[in-house]
T-cell receptor
């Protein structure tokens, strides 16, 4: 069946360092992935997405890398700031065909130390 | 745009009572999703609608849960009767189902439900 999982439940980094959050997925047919950020007391917020025909996509201070060979996704945050402290979820497009459904991983908590 | 609007933000009720959660999706979006989030189970999809029609309700835990979308701008999730194990944060999300290759969902702030 489909599942999306995260390697580490909590990541603690020093302010200014780079952060790398990892995600493994099981459905080799998945062709679209999204990273969400969820701050305390708020709903998940879209960060960046990537299609399976790409290996890398960059946004503002964030980069997503996709390795289809090992079914691995990562989110890199450059120069991590206190405002980056949150839970980060990876998600893949779920179901057969284009259903609009997403399957979310369990989430990784990012803690930024000042 | 005000984003996805959920009400109430917090709900405290007693076991056995009926609970109704409300959601207003982003204008122009034609897909709507209801999720439940707990520490133990993470973010679970309960049900979703495309063009006001329920597509997949396999995530609805049991018959006590029901959801409706009478029009494109409003949806409800009802629990009757409520139980303490229903305590969770319930999120509503919407997306524009125009680009079938992209499924970006936009989430509301959630309703924190406590059933005593």
């Amino acid at each position: 069946g489909e599942s999306v999982g995260l390697h580490l439940p909590t990541l603690s980094v020093q302010e200014g360092d780079n952060s790398i959050i990892n995600c493994a997925y099981s459905n080799s047919a998945s062709d679209y992935f999204i990273w969400y950020k969820q701050e305390s007391g708020k709903g998940p917020q879209f960060i960046i997405d990537i299609r399976s025909n790409m290996d890398k996509r960059q946004g503002q201070r964030v980069t997503v890398l996709l390795n289809k060979t090992v079914k691995h996704l990562s989110l890199q945050i450059a120069a991590t700031q206190p405002g980056d402290s949150a839970v980060y979820f990876c998600a893949e497009k779920g179901g057969s065909g284009n259903t609009g459904k997403l399957i979310f991983g369990q989430g990784t908590t990012l803690q930024v130390k000042p | 745009d005000a984003g996805v609007i959920q009400s109430p933000r917090h709900e405290v009720t007693e076991m056995g009572q009926e609970v109704t959660l409300r959601c207003k999706p982003i204008s122009g979006h034609n897909s709507l999703f209801w999720y439940r989030q707990t520490m133990m189970r993470g973010l679970e999809l309960l049900i979703y609608f495309n063009n006001n029609v329920p597509i997949d309700d396999s995530g609805m835990p049991e018959d006590r849960f029901s959801a409706k979308m009478p029009n494109a701008s409003f949806s409800t999730l009802k629990i009757q009767p409520s139980e303490p194990r229903d305590s969770a944060v319930y999120f509503c999300a919407s997306s524009a189902y125009r680009d079938l290759a992209k499924n970006i969902q936009y989430f509301g702030a959630g309703t924190r439900l406590s059933v005593l």
